[in-house]
Structure formats: C-alpha cells, structure tokens
C-alpha cells in the first residue's frame, strides 16, 4: 500500500486550520499543525513533509520569511494561503520558491485539489537527461552543473526538466506557465520571468550573458 502523503499546515486562524486540516484528512493525506511562522519553520526543517500549506500573514515570522528560509534547505513543494491577490504580491511569493498561490476566501475542496495536483506534477519518471554539463535525475530530484549538485525548487526544477526535454524547441510563457503549474496557472506573463531569473541565477556561469536557457524576444524561452 502506498504511503500516505504529509502535508504540513501552518496556519493561525483556528477556523481555517480545522477546516484545511479535516479535508486533506478526509482526502487520505496525513496532516501535521503548526499555528505560527516560527514553529513551522521548525516542523518543515525537522519532519519532512512531502508538501506544505502555508499561510503568508503568521505571528512573528511571516509566511514569506518562512518560505524564504524553507527553500534554502529544501526543495518540497509549498502552497501560499493568502488574503492579498495583487500580482506584486503573487510574483513575491513565486520569487521566493513558492509553488502555488490560493487566495482567502478559499473553498477546501478547491485547496485539496490543488493539493494533489502539486504532488502529483512532481512525481518524476525515471530517464535521467543529460545536455553538456548539465545532468538532471528526475527520480532523485536532482540537477547537476559541472559536477555540482544545483538546489532547485519543485517549480524550478519542472520548468528546468520542460525545457532540458526539447532542447532548441521554443517554448511561449504560457505553455512553459501551463506545464509547470497546471490546472494553478493565473495568467500572469511576469510569473514565469520570475522562475527563469531564479533558474539563470543557479544554472548559467553569467547569468546576464545567458547559454543555456536562451531568450527568444518576442517568442518565449528555449534550452541550448
């Protein structure tokens, strides 16, 4: 039988808490409760859940320093719950390694489906793919620059795994915003500019004069 999956939940408002925490039950994951940014800084470093719902407005450490922190140890896929729904505020998030955004007031059914299909968009097949100096291992979640192990996020790492899978074919925002968020993608052009500046940032030697992942003005992004 397949282990059921943990999902980290920090949230401090005890109505919303109860309420994401009875669903993903009732859904067949297990659920662990942090109520501040804090103790669920601890509980995501300390337990390894396999994803975690996050709250962006937390008592003392906020929900972005959470994340922020998170992703310098960690790559397991992260859903902001927030009230704000600008799209400053959804591209900070996103810059910050986020993987999914919901806004307040949010339906737990929608949350749960979101859920899984996160999870189930990093489930990696098996056939590593190598291009130069850049190796990715799909089932290890790993990606390797000239022989050094690079930390990437969940999102990263399928926009990486998009483009390293047609090398040279161009690829517009929002095909390459569709594979990587799926059923989530918002619409928003500027959300995949902030992935691909995270993933120049760790995968070229200048990321300012770019040869791997390659601009094509007015066209979209491809993998040389």
Do not use: W
């Amino acid at each position: 039988m397949a282990r059921a999956r943990r999902i980290l939940i920090v949230e401090d408002e005890p109505k919303t808490a109860a309420s994401v925490e009875m669903y993903l039950r009732h859904d067949g994951f297990r659920t662990e409760l942090a109520r501040s940014g804090s103790e669920g800084l601890t509980r995501a470093m300390d337990g390894k859940p396999d994803l975690i719902v996050l709250d962006v407005m937390l008592p003392g450490i906020s929900g972005l320093e959470v994340c922020k922190a998170v992703r310098r140890q960690s790559a397991v896929p992260i859903i902001l719950l927030t009230a704000r729904s600008t799209e400053n505020d959804k591209l900070l998030g996103f810059e910050l390694g986020a993987d999914d955004y919901v806004t307040k007031p949010f339906s737990p059914r929608e949350l749960v489906a979101r859920v899984r299909v996160v999870l189930r968009r990093f489930e990696p097949p098996e056939d590593k793919i190598v291009s130069g100096d850049v190796a990715l291992d799909p089932a290890a979640h790993e990606v390797v620059v000239r022989g050094e192990p690079v930390a990437l996020t969940a999102a990263e790492f399928r926009l990486v795994e998009t483009l390293m899978r047609a090398p040279g074919r161009v690829f517009s925002r929002d095909e390459l915003m569709r594979r990587v968020c799926g059923a989530s993608y918002d619409g928003l052009d500027r959300t995949i500019d902030v992935h691909i500046k995270n993933v120049r940032k760790k995968l070229e030697i200048d990321r300012t004069n770019p040869k791997r992942i390659v601009t094509v003005f007015g066209l979209g992004y491809k993998f040389v």
